[in-house]
């Protein structure tokens, strides 16, 4: 009965309503612009672009497209491209004074960084749209098939991909103002969970074919692993260290400000998934460099395996290690220092000036450490899972980048939806508390 009268709250107010209508409707023009195959290639020779997205770097891509990627689509490039322009621009504003001075100009600042963003992604778009159509020409012609990709069938093809990203930044955009959440996240979210379907019944087939029996109940106990590794993942996005911080009473005549104590929340998970993506990005390197080599070599093979122990040993302590860097130049103790000491505020047993930062510092490394720990072992928990006899597809839901998206943007989501109903008075959607976004920490990237 809770979950029914929570439905006819959200129904009942009209702004929310629109507003999930208006982002329902976005995602199903989303969702059928992922499977119009580019003109001029025939979906019949596509089999072995599917074939090609099924494991590594490429069935992630593809799965962040929804599809699209092993499809040939308009949007096979998705929002990739303007998430890696994104944290170019984001890498520039903590290193360039230019940007830097951007980011203080408050809204006139950000509209600056999102045009240079836009710009960014068309450069970027226009070197991955040749790369992805002679990459798709090589497997088709592989597998015996033959696509005709002239210079002038590339250049106009590369628009329409181009195009066809431009939209579905348009289209997250569009979600922003008018819907619920955020946008660009909000498509990424999309675009995972259309794979979520397929891969769960071909587990699910695989298990129940299973002739030696009992396929069933592993069946079963997958799903409670997978349950209890979600639970981990909210922990791991919402998890805080409060460091108490007392504000000194202030005499105004005959008036007494101030004396309240407040909390710093410091985020468990600073750095959010930015240490994964920078991890796989280098990752991905020696599978390029193989491509050269012909998978000749000890090195070749074992870092070409995205399963095997080596490479995931290697993963696991540089996703560690970037937490640490992108927590350092993310998280400023310094400057909380200094917004203390500017409010007439204290730690209380800390002196104010350096001994306050070297303490936030502290803190910050402790509570991180544990935090990298658990952000590697969910980063390798589809490669223990695929070990464990997962079907590849269902095991990429077990852990990576897939599910820190997947958990904090529906956490996002609901806290906004949370947020409507309060302030128009109705129960939350929770009765034992709030529900917990990621307000003080990224986005999805």
């Not at 003109?39 to 962040?64: C, H, S, V, W, Y």
């Amino acid at each position: 009965m809770g979950f029914i009268q929570t439905v006819k709250n959200i129904w009942s107010v009209e702004d929310l309503r629109k507003r999930i209508g208006i982002t329902l409707l976005l995602v199903i023009i989303y969702r059928f612009g992922c499977y119009v195959v580019l003109p001029g290639i025939d979906p019949n020779e596509l089999m072995a672009l599917k074939d090609f997205t099924k494991d590594g770097l490429m069935q992630l891509l593809d799965m962040f497209s929804g599809g699209a990627f092993a499809q040939a689509s308009i949007f096979a490039l998705g929002i990739m491209p303007y998430i890696t322009a994104s944290i170019v621009i984001q890498l520039l504003g903590m290193v360039l004074p230019a940007f830097q001075k951007m980011q203080r100009e408050g809204e006139s600042g950000r509209m600056k960084m999102n045009q240079y963003t836009r710009y960014l992604t068309v450069l970027i778009l226009l070197v991955q749209g040749p790369a992805y159509l002679l990459n798709l020409k090589y497997q088709v012609m592989s597998a015996g098939g033959n696509v005709e990709l002239g210079y002038w069938t590339i250049a106009y093809m590369t628009l329409i991909l181009a195009a066809g990203s431009m939209f579905i930044m348009w289209l997250g955009e569009r979600i922003d103002q008018k819907g619920i959440g955020n946008g660009i996240s909000f498509i990424i979210l999309v675009g995972i969970i259309a794979r979520l379907p397929e891969a769960f019944i071909q587990e699910f087939t695989g298990r129940l074919l299973n002739t030696e029996g009992g396929g069933l109940v592993i069946f079963l106990i997958e799903i409670v692993i997978l349950l209890a590794v979600i639970a981990g993942a909210v922990l791991l996005v919402q998890g805080t260290r409060k460091v108490p911080v007392q504000y000194a009473k202030r005499i105004v005549g005959n008036k007494q400000y101030g004396g309240a104590r407040q909390y710093i929340p410091l985020k468990v998970n600073a750095a959010g998934v930015m240490p994964i993506i920078f991890a796989q990005a280098i990752m991905f390197i020696p599978i390029t460099l193989t491509g050269f080599t012909g998978g000749e070599g000890w090195f070749a093979r074992t870092f070409s395996d995205m399963y095997g122990f080596w490479y995931n040993l290697v993963y696991f302590f540089m996703i560690v290690a970037f937490t640490y860097f992108y927590t350092a130049i993310t998280v400023r103790p310094a400057q909380m220092a200094e917004d203390m000491k500017r409010n007439n505020g204290f730690i209380p047993g800390v002196k104010p000036g350096k001994p306050t930062v070297d303490y936030l510092d502290s803190i910050m490394s402790r509570i991180t450490l544990p935090g990298s720990i658990f952000l590697g072992l969910v980063a390798i928990l589809p490669a223990i899972a695929t070990v464990c006899g997962l079907n590849r597809s269902f095991a990429q839901f077990f852990g990576g980048t897939s599910l820190l998206i997947l958990v904090g943007v529906i956490l996002d989501t609901l806290r906004i939806i949370e947020g409507h109903l309060l302030m128009r008075h109705y129960d939350g959607l929770m009765k034992d508390g709030r529900i917990k976004g990621r307000t003080t920490g990224n986005a999805a990237f």
